[in-house]
């Protein structure tokens, strides 16, 4: 017998992967603080009218709409329902109408041809 072979043993017959998964202690995890401020009125004001970029992508065939506002850097992303003008601007209007809550105004609006 050689070292070789005691090395290939241990390789071999090594110990159960499955057993050692359950005897290791996981570690807790920090929790999450929710630190919410309040924006200050300076920087609202500086972004104050939006440059808004639209763009459709698809999942599985599904059309969705991405949002980006390119001076805010803020996006969303919605499923239209159907490949048709009035689903997009319902999808639109209703992302609009967010930011419209936030005092904002639309100063440009990007995107591809339909």
């Known amino acids: ?3 070789d072979d005691i090395i290939l043993a241990e ?6 992967v499955a057993s050692l998964k359950r005897k290791t202690v996981r570690q807790t995890s ?3 603080v929710a630190d919410i ?3 200050p009125r300076e920087l609202i004001a500086a972004h104050e009218e939006v440059e808004l970029c639209i763009d459709t992508f698809f999942i599985n065939h599904f059309p969705s709409l991405a949002t980006i506002s390119k001076n ?3 996006r969303t992303c919605g499923f239209v329902q159907a490949w ?3 689903e997009y601007c319902a999808e639109l209007f209703s992302y ?3 930011l419209e ?3 904002n105004s639309y100063k440009l609006m990007n995107m591809d041809q339909f």
């Open 96 to 98: 609009m109408q967010k």
């Open 1 to 3: 017998m050689t070292v």
């Open 11 to 16: 390789k071999i017959f090594a110990p159960d």
């Open 84 to 86: 048709i003008v009035a």
């Open 72 to 74: 805010i850097k803020y």
């Open 101 to 103: 809550s936030k005092s």
């Open 30 to 32: 920090t929790p999450v």
């Open 37 to 39: 401020i309040e924006i």
